[in-house]
Each structure stands twice: as C-alpha cells, then as structure tokens.
C-alpha cells in the first residue's frame, strides 16, 4: 500500500500555533489582573479619602434637626481633608495621582474622585501600553 501523502512534521505548526495562543492568553489574564488589583488599591485609597472628607466639619457646622443631629459640610473643607489625606497616604506606587474632585454636593455626603496611571506588567501587541484608571467613593457622616 502506497502512502498518499506524508504527514510528517505536521504537529509542529499546532504546537506553534496553540503555544502562541497560550503566551496570547496568559498575557491577557496577567493585564487584566494587575488592572483589576490596581483599581481596587485606588478605591480603597479614594474610600479611606472621602471617609476623610465626610469627618471634615467643626463642631459649629452641626445642626439640630427634625430628623436628628445633622453635620454640614463645605467643599472647602471637603477638599483640604482629601489632598491633606492623599499626601500623607504612603507611597503606594501610583503613577501620576490625582484628586480629580472632593466636593460635598448636598452637604452631608463627601464625593471624591482620584486617578491614577496605569501600566501592564508586559506590554504587547494585544495589550495597550496603559491608560489613566478613576474611581469615585462617596461616604456619609452619620450621628446615631
């Protein structure tokens, strides 16, 4: 019986192909990971800034009210809190942080905002070089 055609050699380009898309994918899996942990280390440092910022009142600015004991927040007061609290934060390895916003829009919740640079462990052709990642936290003073 005469052999019609010669399979030799042809596992090699499967072997290529799927450990190239095995490389593709662990490279996909790391980004997306090290994205994730870095968006979590950031809210939890804008979460800790606008519990910050909603303590950020005198005891001159707190209201008796129908509904209780109410403190009144300024953005002023708001904002000095948060960047006093991010500056004194330590270095946590944040590319180019920022406040992007700490404000009281209501007056009895703290809205803040950070930013920061983001990078991937490996860069590659399927992954972006990095981008700017933000988050916004919001906390409430609350007298019970």
Same mark, same amino acid.
């Given at each position: 019986m005469r052999?019609?055609? @010669?399979? @030799?050699? %042809?596992?090699?380009?499967?072997?290529?192909?799927?450990?190239?898309? !095995?490389l593709a994918l662990v490279l996909l899996?790391?980004? /997306?990971? %090290?994205?994730?942990?870095?968006?979590?280390?950031?809210?939890?440092?804008? $979460?800790?800034a606008a519990i910050v910022g909603a303590e950020a009142f005198d005891l001159d600015d707190v209201t008796m009210t129908a509904a209780g004991v109410r403190p009144e927040l300024h953005s002023t007061a708001v904002a000095a809190a948060?960047? $006093?609290?991010? %500056?004194? /934060?330590? @270095?946590?390895?944040?590319? !180019?942080l920022a406040v992007e916003r700490a404000v009281s829009a209501d007056g009895r919740s703290a809205t803040v905002e950070l930013s920061a640079h983001w990078h991937p462990p490996v860069v590659s052709l399927l992954v972006p070089d990095?981008?700017?990642?933000?988050?916004?936290a919001v906390a409430? %003073?609350?007298?019970?």
């Open positions: 052999r019609l055609r @010669d399979d @030799d050699g %042809s596992i090699l380009p499967l072997t290529i192909f799927f450990g190239l898309l !095995s899996v790391v980004a /997306a990971t %090290s994205l994730y942990l870095e968006r979590k280390r950031l809210f939890t440092l804008a $979460d800790g948060v960047t $006093d609290y991010v %500056s004194a /934060a330590p @270095d946590r390895g944040f590319e !180019s990095g981008f700017r990642i933000e988050v916004t409430r %003073s609350v007298f019970e």
